[in-house]
């Protein structure tokens, strides 16, 4: 029988492809290929004009912003991230998500912040079509309420020094707030997906691991919480490096994942959310 210094790492395949910005329309089969778990995740380098990343984080990290940003963590050690928009999440201040009516007091907020950063030259067109080019030229638009009202298109989020994302898995459609998703999206999917506008200076990476949110028996610690130690230890993991300006989306709803605390004198500052097609096929939607 083999040691346990040769033990092999456990765990579902892990892969990830690298493309550029301007050639997503060539790619058309890679956002299916990862709904069916033949490769992991893909890495779009300058998904975003670096005037766009470079104007975004400087007005991110400006004093006349710092009002906008919550804490939706606040009290867990560590894992205090600060965001501009909620997501639709456990939180630590809200393990059953946000409302509908938190969440959509935040989608002003958000708004007036983009319109402050961005003016016409909004993030959103560039996140449609790179998703609209990855699932074979078909429509991408920000997801919708029963009542048609929308979805947040995506969140920003900033780690600071010493802050990190505990190891998860992001299948959350049975929380409450699901209640008011457009019923004809696909619920067995989801991915997520972000774009970095500011790396940390050293670590925070996106780590993802071989486990599964499905699989029996993961390890877990008293808390409750993953045991990312053991993760470490025995399971498959890819460490997906991001420079400025990069998005990258992966199988977030399966894999379990994290990012590792930030190292440095700066924040880690991103932008995201999620995303999922029609149960037809025949578009993709995405929301924070």
């Known amino acids: 029988m083999p040691t346990d210094g040769n033990k092999q790492p456990a765990g579902h395949p892990i892969s990830f492809r690298e493309i550029e910005g301007a050639d997503v329309a060539g790619h058309g089969d890679l956002m299916e290929q990862i709904f069916r778990a033949e490769i992991t995740g893909v890495v779009v380098h300058d998904a975003l004009p670096q005037s766009l990343v470079e104007r975004g984080l400087e007005l991110l990290a400006s004093d006349s912003l710092a009002s906008a940003w919550c804490s939706p963590n606040a009290g867990m050690p560590g894992g205090e991230i600060r965001t501009i928009g909620d997501a639709a999440t456990p939180t630590y201040t809200a393990f059953g998500g946000p409302t509908a009516e938190r969440y959509t007091a935040s989608t002003v907020t958000h708004a ?22 990855l699932f074979g030229g078909k429509p991408a638009g920000p997801s919708t309420f029963k009542d048609g ?29 699901y209640e008011d998703f ?26 993802v691991y071989g486990l599964w949110g499905s699989d029996p028996n993961p390890p877990m610690l008293p808390t409750r919480f993953l045991d990312t130690a ?9 460490v997906v490096e991001l420079r400025a300006g990069d998005m990258v989306i992966f199988d977030a709803g399966r894999h379990v994942h994290r990012v590792s605390p930030v190292g440095g004198a700066r924040p ?16 993709v939607a995405f929301w924070s």
């Open 182 to 207: 457009d019923t004809e999206l696909d619920r067995s999917r989801l991915l997520s997906w972000f774009i970095t506008l500011q790396p940390a200076e050293q670590d925070g990476d996106l780590i």
């Open 149 to 177: 009202t929308k979805w947040l298109p995506f969140n920003y989020r900033a780690l600071d020094p010493g802050v990190q994302i505990y190891s998860h898995h992001d299948n959350h459609y049975g929380l409450q707030i």
């Open 230 to 238: 053991a993760l470490e230890r025995d399971y498959l993991r890819k």
């Open 268 to 283: 880690r500052v991103t932008l995201g959310g999620f995303l999922t097609t029609d149960q037809a096929g025949s578009r």
């Open 112 to 133: 007036e912040v983009t319109e402050t950063i961005f003016s016409d030259a909004k993030p959103t067109p560039h996140i449609r079509r790179i998703l609209s080019g």
